[in-house]
C-alpha cells in the first residue's frame, strides 16, 4: 500500500502561468489535506477535502486559488497566475473517515516545492 | 494569537543526551501529532496522541489534555535525530493547526 503520493515533487513556473499539484491519497482514504509552508515559516492549513465536497477552505487565499478532490483521480490544488510569493512547499494528508464522524489518523505526503520565477 | 506554542525554538545537544520538546496549545482537540522534518524533506508523522503516553523506540511523546499541554522526548539522541519536530493539533471539525517548529541538532 503505498503511502501518500503527491507530484511533481518539485515544480518551476513563471510569474503569471498555472501550477497544479496532485495529490494521490492513500488508498481506501476518502479526505485530504492541503497546507503551505512558506520558506522560514511555519505549516499553515489550506484546505480540508472529502470526495466531491470541500469540507473547509477557511485557510484558503481568496483569489486563484482552488482546489478539488473528485469522485476518481487525485486530489488537486490548483494555483492560477502565480506570483513569487506562491513559492512554497504545498504538503497534503489523506485520512479515513471514521463511522463516528471524528478524526483518525492522516498520513502525510512528501511535498511539492513550487519555485516561481 | 498562536493556537500551537513550541518550544524551544532550538536545541542543540551532544549525542546520547535527552532531549524534551514541548508543545502548549489553547484549543480543544479531537487529537495531535508530533511530526519530523528533514531538511527538504517531507513530513512523517512520529506520533498521534488523544490521551495518555505513546512510545516507539527511543521516542516518547505524552499529553495532558486537562493542562493542554504535551511533550516530545528523545532519549540517547543520535545525529540522525536532527530534523524539524512540529507539533499540530487537531480541533473538532479536522482542521489543522501547527507550531512553528523546533530545529533539532544533534552533535557527534
Known amino acids: 500500500n503505498a503511502g501518500v503520493m503527491q507530484n511533481p515533487r518539485h515544480l518551476v513556473r513563471r510569474r503569471g502561468q498555472e501550477a497544479r499539484l496532485r495529490c494521490s491519497p492513500m488508498k481506501g482514504h476518502s479526505h485530504v489535506y492541503w497546507y503551505r509552508q512558506l520558506p522560514e515559516e511555519g505549516l499553515k492549513f489550506m484546505v480540508y477535502l472529502q470526495k466531491e465536497n470541500i469540507i473547509d477552505e477557511s485557510g484558503m487565499p481568496k483569489e486563484r486559488f482552488s482546489a478539488e478532490f473528485p469522485k476518481e483521480g487525485p486530489s488537486i490544488l490548483r494555483i492560477q497566475q502565480v506570483v513569487r510569493g506562491d513559492s512554497a512547499a504545498y504538503f497534503c494528508?489523506?485520512?479515513?473517515?471514521?463511522?463516528?464522524?471524528?478524526?483518525?489518523?492522516?498520513?502525510f505526503g512528501q511535498g511539492t516545492r513550487l519555485t516561481v520565477v | 494569537k498562536n493556537e500551537v506554542e513550541q518550544s524551544p525554538q532550538n536545541l542543540t545537544a551532544q549525542e546520547g543526551e535527552f532531549i524534551t520538546i514541548n508543545c502548549s496549545y489553547s484549543v480543544g482537540i479531537s487529537a495531535l501529532h508530533w511530526l519530523q522534518q528533514h531538511p527538504g524533506g517531507g513530513i512523517v508523522s512520529l506520533f498521534m496522541l488523544s490521551s495518555g503516553k505513546k512510545k516507539h523506540g527511543r521516542l516518547i511523546a505524552t499529553i495532558n489534555i486537562q493542562e493542554k499541554h504535551s511533550s516530545l522526548h528523545i532519549t540517547a539522541s543520535h545525529p540522525r535525530d536532527s530534523a524539524v519536530y512540529i507539533c499540530a493539533v487537531i480541533p473538532p471539525g479536522n482542521q489543522f493547526y501547527f507550531g512553528t517548529g523546533t530545529s533539532l541538532t544533534v552533535i557527534p
Open positions: 494528508a489523506s485520512s479515513l473517515l471514521a463511522a463516528s464522524g471524528s478524526y483518525t489518523e492522516a498520513f
